[in-house]
């Protein structure tokens, strides 16, 4: 297993100080994760199956690689010396159709890990957004009474996650990164369908703020130059800053 001891802490604070005028984030989408790491060591298979089963071996490497991540994050916060606006974190919870897992085994299983990060954030006073691919919406309210107050991705094609379905289960409630999918217009439209589908997009999330236009996930080479330039373009034209 890595160590706490292997990274460099030394140039946080420079390297925070020289991009200090974005915001800077700790971690990423396979910051706390269980089910995609865990997958990629073990397999998805037996990931899902170490979580029904509470399976020994499974539950240890999980808890180990947490255990080493929480103190990587910890001495790179201490390092930072404020100068980090926010957590990043992830976990993969949902299908297109379904959820992943049920909230049940979500509870008993993962969340409690999930707190831990969320715990060392406010620790430091800094928000904690997760990043949960497909149809995850059914796991925000447990997201809010954990202190996590950002969505990212945002998958609009999965199950309840429509902007207008967000927008009225948790706006004022949740911010919300993303919702721009990789897999529709942007990716297989015309420019002035890509221009369509990002104002309607920021027509219905805009109300009440608490919006950062993104994509659902990264753009792929399938998405033509042309209508990843109108998708931004819109974003400037109709967007509010």
């Known amino acids: 297993m890595p160590s706490p001891d292997d990274f460099d802490y030394s140039q946080v604070a420079d390297d925070c100080q020289r991009d200090r005028k974005y915001a800077i984030y700790v971690g990423g989408t396979g910051q706390a994760d269980v089910i995609n790491k865990g ?6 298979e037996q990931s899902l199956i170490d979580l029904i089963t509470e399976d020994e071996a499974g539950m240890l490497l999980t808890q180990r690689r947490t255990s080493v991540q929480i103190e990587i994050l910890r001495r790179t916060l201490d390092a930072a010396a404020g100068r980090i606006d926010f957590l990043w974190m992830g976990e993969d919870l949902g299908t297109q159709i379904a959820p992943l897992i049920s909230l049940e085994l979500y509870r008993k299983t993962i969340r409690h890990i999930h707190q831990r990060f969320v715990d060392l954030a406010k620790s430091f006073d800094i928000p904690v957004m997760i990043h949960s691919c497909g149809s995850s919406s059914w796991a925000y309210n447990d997201f809010l009474e954990m202190g996590i107050t950002v969505v990212d991705t945002l998958q609009p094609e999965a199950k309840e996650m429509a902007p207008e379905y967000l927008k009225r289960r948790f706006g004022g409630r949740l911010a919300f990164h993303g919702c721009i999918s990789t897999a529709g217009p942007v990716a297989t439209g015309t420019v002035r369908g890509t221009i369509e ?9 805009m109300p009440g703020g608490g919006y950062c236009f993104a994509p659902t996930h990264q753009l792929q080479d399938n998405s ?16 509010k800053y």
Do not use: F, H, Q, S
């Open 39 to 44: 997958g990629m060591l073990r397999g998805t």
């Open 197 to 205: 589908y990002c104002r309607k997009t920021l027509e219905i999330m």
């Open 224 to 239: 033509p130059t042309e209508n990843v330039l109108a998708m931004y373009d819109t974003a400037r034209a109709y967007g």
